[in-house]
């Protein structure tokens, strides 16, 4: 959320099974705590930064006829996210 005054309204809608981030707030967080631990802004970097995030769409014939859950242990360095049909 960008504004803390929604939050009533998030929680209203999704109950107990909605976690309510105020942008703001959380990136005030993060910059103060980068600011009293050495190495953590490193850390964020990585999970939240862009770099080498790639996607590739590719035809693997020997993945024909497996289910998502075959092909997500087929890929070492990879993390499939969906499947397209011949559809599109």
Same mark, same amino acid.
């Given at each position: 959320l960008q504004d803390i005054n929604n939050r009533q309204l998030i929680r209203l809608v999704g109950g107990d099974i909605v976690e309510c981030?105020?942008?703001?707030?959380?990136?005030?967080?993060?910059?103060?705590?980068?600011?009293?631990?050495? #190495? @953590?802004s490193k850390v964020l970097e990585?999970?939240?930064g862009f770099g080498g995030d790639e996607f590739y769409m590719q035809e693997w014939k020997q993945l024909e006829g497996k289910t998502f859950g075959e092909v997500l242990f087929y890929f070492k360095d990879a993390v499939p996210? #969906? @499947?397209?049909?011949p559809e599109g």
């Open positions: 981030v105020v942008a703001h707030e959380f990136i005030g967080r993060l910059i103060i705590q980068s600011s009293r631990q050495q #190495g @953590i990585n999970l939240f996210i #969906g @499947i397209m049909s």
